[in-house]
């Protein structure tokens, strides 16, 4: 269970403005979303004394490990924001998730002859339209209480129209004007259907035309003295605005475009992206960047452009991209970006409207971004080198270890036996360095053997870049390794670079301390590894699970640090991203072994010419009683080929017969 003041932000680093905040857990996942009118008022209700607290609040605090949240200009605009990032994460507790219902939406039944207006949960159907989610039903239905004054389309269930038909009067709706009442013939079916269609081209977000031409009217109407009418005709388009705050469009049109925004000072830089689509904010993201150059605002911004759609292209760069400066020449990054996209992309400031106010909240969450990261870097980089100090005193080290790397072997009962090698430099995680190993000196389960090997293997292919580059003095052993080359990680670092170049291999870099995951025969065998090699410049600690204690080469106590020391908790960082880099690399394999077929055996023989072969003959079953001949048959397999396939298949064993394991009856003719 988590303190929560451990995560508590600081008094003033919470803006008091309306927003959207996410709780997290330890592992990263979204544990629960909520909105505020006052952010800082709300959040600080959480870290109140835990005994105040409901005991679900009290459950969620203590679950999470750290808070974030997001400024925006408006609460409505937070409404739409919370409901998106529900929808996104499914936080464990938010109620309606957790009461197993779905979020209402507003459907327009577009299939149906007469399109009906309502209210539906649960999976999407064929042929109905689709507004939303909202939290609460009784949203939807005040939303559709206002827009039935200008689009009075049908609500009523199947059975109230047909009994409105078979008696020949309308319902209520119908005699108020809140229906047009198509089930007694005051409108025709196609009428009916445009009046639907208006109703959703306007919660698409298509609203400022439709408004415009009622005002137009309702002006027409005036001076032709129809007061009345224009009375109608302003009220008609105040609700229709109320409908659009209820709606939470944020641009009109349907509008696709992304708002980014840069909060600078001397030494830093924040950039935040607002993607919008459909005229709805669909996303967000954001870093933050040391200016390491002479840069200003344009720059920024053609850097985060090109960071934004560097690999991108078609649809997923927008029509419209909005920027608080243009770069200098701006032709040139505009054209790119049409040639990312494929079509017109405009590049621009804004200067005007909801465009202008959008960018206005991107631009605070911005500066508050940039406050935050300030703050917390500051905190953070004392924390790291208070625990880097703690390390290397309780090591006995001469310096403080600023690059960690650590070793964990995974395995299934002596199966599919892996190890990983995860990198910490000045206390963060560096995944473009992790490495991923395959035990190939031996078979079976040994947990020592199979260290050793891989601390071998790693600082053998150090040691053999040191001598390459005459760096390295002491006479290593000219034996190899068994067990092969290491296997690239899942982030490899880059390619490695070609010969005569003078940067740096991989593994080239020495760590100042190795942490393995196990206790003192684990420690010995890195030790003894290191000692083959001639590795003398390189610190070895073992941490055990059960106790958490720390094991030195050739000692027989262990060191035991503090509950509550920053060493302690970095070093137990390092180990479970280890184990967890280890676990993750074991299970992938063990999928793929699992999957595997009879075809996979075959030399040569990729997934394209594996699934003709399939077609052709159905099953492998049959290909096994096909000829050479009969395999020749099939599309891209020639004579040499197929020989390779009948051989392969006929030394292969067959599978065991099938058996029905309700009756116990052998299937015989089953196919594979």
Not at 558 to 568: A, D, N
């Amino acid at each position: 269970m988590a303190d929560p003041s451990s995560y508590r932000p600081k008094p003033g680093q919470i803006p008091d403005s309306p927003g959207v905040y996410r709780f997290r857990d330890e592992h990263g996942r979204v544990i629960y979303v909520g909105k505020a009118k006052s952010l800082r008022q709300r959040l600080s209700s959480y870290f109140q004394d835990l005994a105040g607290l409901h005991p679900r609040t009290r459950t969620m605090v203590t679950t999470a490990a750290s808070v974030e949240w997001t400024v925006v200009s408006t609460e409505v605009e937070a409404l739409q924001l919370e409901y998106s990032w529900i929808k996104e994460y499914d936080p464990r507790f938010n109620v309606k998730y957790r009461d197993d219902k779905s979020y209402p939406s507003l459907a327009v039944t577009m299939g149906e002859e007469f399109p009906r207006v309502q209210v539906m949960r649960g999976p999407k159907k064929k042929g109905v339209r689709y507004f939303g989610p909202y939290a609460h039903a009784w949203a939807i239905r005040e939303t559709v209480d206002l827009m039935l004054r200008v689009f009075p389309v049908r609500t009523c269930s199947a059975g109230v129209f047909k009994r409105s038909a078979q008696i020949g009067r309308p319902c209520l709706l119908g005699y108020i004007g809140k229906c047009s009442a198509p089930c007694v013939g005051r409108v025709s079916p196609q009428e009916h259907r445009e009046l639907a269609e208006e109703f959703c081209d306007f919660m698409a977000g298509r609203t400022g035309a439709y408004i415009r031409r009622l005002e137009q009217r309702m002006h027409d109407a005036a001076e032709e003295m129809e007061y009345e009418k224009a009375a109608r005709l302003r009220d008609d388009i105040e609700a229709l605005r109320r409908a659009m705050e209820k709606n939470a469009v944020v641009l009109a049109d349907a509008t696709d475009a992304d708002l980014i925004a840069v909060a600078e000072d001397e030494l830093e830089a924040a950039v935040q992206i607002f993607h919008v689509r459909g005229g709805r904010v669909r996303g967000q993201r954001g870093w933050v960047t040391d200016k390491v150059e002479a840069v200003d605002t344009a720059g920024l911004v053609e850097h985060a452009l090109q960071q934004l759609y560097g690999e991108e292209s078609g649809d997923t760069v927008p029509k419209e991209v909005l920027v608080p400066a243009l770069p200098e020449p701006a032709g040139p990054v505009t054209q790119w970006l049409t040639e990312r996209r494929g079509a017109r992309v405009d590049l621009r400031i804004p200067q005007r409207g909801d465009k202008k106010d959008l960018m206005a909240t991107v631009q605070r969450n911005a500066q508050q971004a940039l406050v935050l990261h300030k703050t917390k870097r500051a905190s953070d980089l004392t924390t790291r080198s208070r625990a880097l100090e703690e390390i290397g005193e309780a090591l006995g080290m001469d310096s403080a270890p600023l690059r960690v790397e650590c070793f964990d072997i995974s395995h299934l009962q002596g199966q599919d036996v892996v190890a990983s090698m995860v990198v910490f430099e000045d206390g963060l995680a560096r995944k473009s360095e992790y490495r991923r190993f395959q035990i190939k000196g031996f078979a079976g389960q040994d947990d020592v053997r199979s260290m050793h090997e891989v601390v071998g293997r790693r600082f053998r292919r150090y040691v053999n870049e040191k001598q390459k580059t005459g760096e390295w003095t002491e006479e290593a052993p000219d034996d190899e390794m068994p067990g092969g080359e290491v296997l690239s990680g899942e982030i490899t670092g880059g390619e490695v670079p070609p010969e005569g170049d003078d940067r740096p291999k991989r593994f080239a870099y020495p760590p100042q301390l190795v942490v393995v995951d196990g206790g003192k025969p684990q420690v010995a065998a890195a030790k003894r590894a290191l000692d083959e090699l001639g590795v003398t410049d390189v610190a070895v600690c073992g941490l055990a699970k059960r106790l958490e204690e720390v094991w030195l080469p050739d000692e027989d106590d262990p060191v035991v640090l503090p509950r509550t020391s920053e060493g302690l908790y970095l070093l137990q960082r390092v180990r479970d991203e280890a184990h967890r880099f280890a676990i993750s690399y074991q299970r992938s394999k063990r999928g793929k072994t699992l999957k595997a077929g009879p075809l996979d055996a075959v030399p040569g023989l990729g997934d394209t010419r594996k699934q003709a072969l399939l077609k052709h003959f159905g099953s492998v079953k049959r290909l096994r009683t096909a000829t050479v001949e009969q395999i020749c048959e099939t599309p891209g397999i020639g004579r040499k080929t197929a020989e390779t396939i009948f051989a392969a298949l006929a030394g292969a064993a067959p599978p065991a017969p099938a058996v029905n394991m309700a009756t116990g009856e052998i299937m015989d003719d089953a196919e594979e």
